[in-house]
């Protein structure tokens, strides 16, 4: 069977390549490496588009837990949500607060989840690799609007959670409470 590199689309190298020209650098004659798809073994943002950090890891509050488990992202209702690395689906349906959720069981054993989603598109047992797309965001569960709830466990118990920001910072991503673009 003969695989077949993926080209990336066409819109999105014209877009990079004039927005590489508007801030004065020389446009770039290959092909940018976040166009093609990612390998496995590497590590992507949960979502591609804009985003804010709305509510940060461990922020007190009313949760049982006592604190707020994970990060809260704020992004449009239906902005692409994507695995951040390799790993297996171990969850993907409705669960309790967190409306329509997909855990991940990721290759280093950690458990990574989704919540809020308006939509999920994959299933139980299934192998992801970073960017792979878990769903869309959306404000299901116990929700104040449509955000992305990203949470990181050592193991998949609630109130084993860890900072998200410091697990993918381990692993070469960073987000900050800045707006981010892809």
């Not at 190298?13 to 020209?21: E, F, Q």
């Amino acid at each position: 069977m003969t695989t077949f590199r993926q080209r990336p689309p066409l819109r999105r190298l014209l877009l990079h390549a004039i927005a590489t020209a508007a801030m004065g650098s020389a446009l770039p004659l290959t092909v940018p490496q976040e166009a093609h798809a990612a390998p496995a073994g590497t590590w992507a943002h949960p979502t591609p588009s804009h985003f804010r950090i709305s509510s940060p890891y461990g922020a007190r509050g009313a949760w049982r837990a006592g604190h707020h488990t994970g990060i809260d992202l704020a992004v449009r209702s239906g902005t692409r949500v994507r695995s951040v690395g390799s790993g297996t689906v171990v969850l993907a349906r409705r669960s309790g607060a967190y409306g329509k959720a997909v855990t991940i069981r990721m290759t280093d054993g950690r458990y990574v989840l989704f919540g809020h989603l308006s939509r999920i598109t994959v299933r139980p047992g299934q192998k992801v690799r970073a960017r792979t797309r878990l769903g869309y965001s959306g404000a299901t569960g116990r929700v104040t609007g449509p955000h992305l709830h990203f949470e990181v466990r050592r193991n998949r118990r609630y109130g084993s959670d860890i900072n998200p920001l410091t697990y993918l910072a381990r692993h070469g991503i960073r987000l900050t409470s800045r707006t981010f673009t892809r």
